[in-house]
């Protein structure tokens, strides 16, 4: 029970001064899903109510707002109160709707792969940058981006850099499944090939070149211990694997970078999304896996340590 609101069945959280069935224009859905989600806790209550109900009324929420008055179906209806209800229940704004914004990109979502974060995009911007330095050089570029999930890494680069030739693997089936269903939507399907395999294993395999300009990583570095303590929106509902680095949220960012420089071309960069907590850790990760050249750790926007780049030396023997 809330201050505001009064339980429904299901979980989810309705007005108690309107009954069901009551008020179906989209305005008066919209205010009962705003105000049932502010009463649940919701950090964005009017901006989620928006997007449910132009999902739940099928329009845009332009066609919304701009046509308060008009009814919603009693299916409508309906449908955007089980809307409600998950998402008052912690379920992501994006599972819900089956899509995220990501590099002004939509991305399909699905139960089961990681929810890629908006500080990801910094990754991004990284990895594009390094592929077009080298395919400046090269007049092309050979990228490796592995634990992909949703692919956000790999389908941006092939869509930012026309030169780059992507390969995106991960542990996880679905998640490489949906990879390549969002690398088809952007159009880039048939310029990244998509792999199943536990990080460098994944390429492995007789004739298949194994060395790249850019290798890029966001693995798992939460520490077990402080999953339980994650928000519901992460622990409930993006995989563990995804999420566990081990005991010190490192084990994945160690084994990127000891294989790290046989996977590289000379002079190539392995950049990696790390824990704002990991910089230290991940420079002595990174210089005793053998990097010669200094690594280095950018910022994200809010100002914490987030992205490790390691250059290999050019015929330097990095993790050799």
């Not at 339980?7 to 919209?30: F, K, M, Q, Y």
């Not at 907590?277 to 910022?299: H, I, M, N, Y």
């Not at 340590?305 to 030396?313: D, I, N, S």
Request: charge should be negative; charged fraction near 30%.
């Amino acid at each position: 029970m809330t201050p505001n609101g009064s339980r429904v069945a299901g979980g989810g959280v309705r007005n108690p001064d309107i009954r069901p069935g009551e008020g179906r224009t989209r305005e008066s859905c919209l205010r009962r899903a705003a105000g049932a989600l502010e009463s649940a806790g919701a950090d964005s209550p009017i901006t989620d109510a928006l997007v449910l109900t132009s999902l739940a009324a099928s329009c845009t929420q332009i066609e919304l707002v701009s046509d308060p008055g008009a009814e919603m179906s009693a299916e409508s209806s309906a449908r955007l109160d089980g809307f409600v209800a998950r998402r008052a229940a912690g379920e992501p704004l994006a599972r819900i709707t089956g899509i995220k914004e990501f590099h002004s990109l939509e991305f399909e979502t699905a139960a089961g792969v990681f929810l890629p974060r908006f500080e990801t995009e910094g990754l991004a911007d990284l990895v594009i940058e390094a592929a077009r330095e080298a395919s400046r050089k090269r007049g092309g570029a050979r990228v490796l981006d592995l634990c992909t999930g949703s692919g956000v890494i790999a389908v941006t680069t092939a869509v930012e850099v026309p030169a780059a030739e992507v390969a995106a693997a991960d542990l996880s089936l679905r998640a490489v499944e949906l990879a390549a269903r969002n690398a088809r939507i952007h159009g880039v399907g048939s310029r990244i090939e998509f792999l199943v395999g536990d990080l460098y294993g994944a390429i492995a395999g007789e004739g298949r070149e194994s060395r790249f300009d850019v290798i890029a990583a966001n693995p798992p570095y939460v520490r077990s211990m402080q999953i339980p303590l994650l928000a519901r929106e992460v622990r409930d509902h993006d995989p563990r694997e995804a999420l566990d680095g081990g005991s010190d949220g490192m084990e994945a960012i160690r084994r990127i970078l000891m294989g790290g420089g046989r996977h590289l071309r000379d002079d190539g960069v392995i950049i990696i999304e790390i824990g704002e907590d990991q910089e230290e850790e991940s420079v002595r990760a990174a210089e005793d896996a053998g990097f010669l050249s200094p690594p280095r750790v950018s910022r994200d926007l809010a100002g914490l340590p987030r992205y490790l780049a390691a250059r290999k030396a050019v015929h330097g023997k990095a993790g050799d």
